[in-house]
């Protein structure tokens, strides 16, 4: 299985809808489009990568960045090292440097993730918008610390 595959990376990029809004797609992307069945029960379709087939292209351009966008980007992990490039951290030495501190720190992130990109989406969240994921309750959820 590809990070991009799995469902607790898909739901926390999903409810991150800060990082949701400022998707500028670009060449090689990865996301998923998902739809409501007659049930109201969320059906994605297969992972797509940017650019989509034509007559997608127009339909995806419209509706990323907003609210209710149907479509959910999947960042690979280089793109999660560069949300917090320049903005928080002069080099990319420093923001590996920070994040294996904090993987220190909490020594359940890697037993809590089936992959790297949710360790590093929580890194993220955490340093640009003071959030957590909380997935111990009913409803998995970004949380404000």
């Known amino acids: 299985m590809k990070f991009y595959e799995d469902k607790n990376y898909i739901e926390m990029c999903e409810k991150a809808e800060e990082m949701q809004e400022k998707w500028k797609p670009e060449r090689g992307d990865y996301y998923r489009k998902y739809h409501f069945s007659k049930n109201k029960v969320k059906i994605y379709s297969k992972i797509a990568v940017y650019p989509p087939l034509s007559n997608h292209k127009r339909f995806l351009l419209k509706n990323i960045g907003k609210k ?30 920070i994040f294996n501190e904090w993987m220190v720190l909490d020594k359940y992130i890697l037993m809590k993730y089936n992959f790297l990109e949710e360790a590093w989406l929580e890194f993220v969240m955490k340093e640009k918008y003071n959030k957590v994921w909380n997935n111990s309750g009913r409803v998995n959820e970004w949380v404000e610390i």
């Open 68 to 97: 209710n966008s149907p479509f959910v980007w999947l960042p690979r992990q280089d793109q999660l090292q560069e949300m917090l490039f320049d903005e928080f951290y002069d080099n990319p030495f420093d923001i590996e440097i």
